[in-house]
């Protein structure tokens, strides 16, 4: 078949909770902890110390922008793939290896889109800005006020990593919120209705981040539904963006 491509526009249903996994970001608090002019700043077991921690926590784009990964994305929609009989092969094979070799995500990351306030409307979160405001900064208060301004904020939760310990954990926390994705389609099976099923299935099965439905410890966080296209107050915002 030709191959095509197809824009979907993804919508929060739930909030989405980012966690990376960032190996050097974490040897810089490491690095933190070690300095004895931070002695006093420090609070062992919790992730406010130093206040800035939680921003290793952020994907982002070769744009700089905060975003969420294809390597995200890809197990959350094979992840419905395996949910869904394949439409005409036999055996009970499902579309979790179609999912994959049909579809290709366009893009490597795609930007997180917050929602309008009285100062902007639908607008990304630019890391740099984030850093030169807050890097500096040791009063996690400060910290929560930025996030609310630009739309998200700080979840602040105890967690138990063992029965007798206990540790303050802090992640960045999006609701509402929307991404914008591309596929290419190479994969004759999948229609554009099927293509939307699928996303469909997947932000409601499977999820994206922590605490999503389809981890050992499931959550409600990470669900969304998906659309065709792009919403027109959307499109707006992006073009303005690409433009500055």
């Not at 526009?9 to 002019?37: G, Q, Y």
């Not at 609701?175 to 389609?185: N, R």
């Amino acid at each position: 078949m030709e191959e095509r491509q197809v824009v979907l526009t993804l919508r929060s249903k739930t909030a989405l909770i980012m966690d990376r996994d960032n190996i050097s970001f974490a040897e810089e608090i490491v690095s933190w902890t070690k300095d004895p002019t931070n002695a006093d700043a420090q609070r062992a077991g919790d992730d406010r110390a130093p206040a800035w921690g939680w921003l290793g926590r952020l994907h982002l784009g070769a744009d700089g922008l905060v975003s969420i990964p294809e390597s995200m994305l890809a197990p959350c929609i094979r992840g419905a793939g395996a949910m869904i009989p394949h439409p005409t092969a036999r055996g009970g094979k499902t579309l979790k290896e179609q999912s994959q070799s049909g579809l290709s995500f366009i893009e490597t990351h795609h930007p997180v889109w917050l929602p309008p306030d009285d100062a902007q409307g639908w607008h990304p979160i630019v890391y740099h800005e984030l850093e030169q405001k807050l890097r500096q900064e040791e009063d996690f208060a400060q910290h929560e006020a930025v996030a609310r301004r630009l739309g998200f904020i700080l979840d602040v939760r105890r967690a138990k990593p063992q029965y007798n310990r206990s540790h303050v954990r802090v992640r960045p926390m999006f609701a509402p919120w929307y991404c914008v994705c591309a596929v290419t389609v190479t994969d004759e099976v999948f229609t554009d209705k099927l293509v939307l099923d699928l996303f469909n299935l997947a932000g409601t099965r499977k999820g994206l981040g922590n605490w999503r439905p389809s981890v050992g410890k499931a959550g409600p966080f990470g669900q969304f539904t998906a659309i065709g296209g792009v919403p027109a107050d959307l499109a707006t915002a992006m073009k303005g963006w690409a433009k500055a």
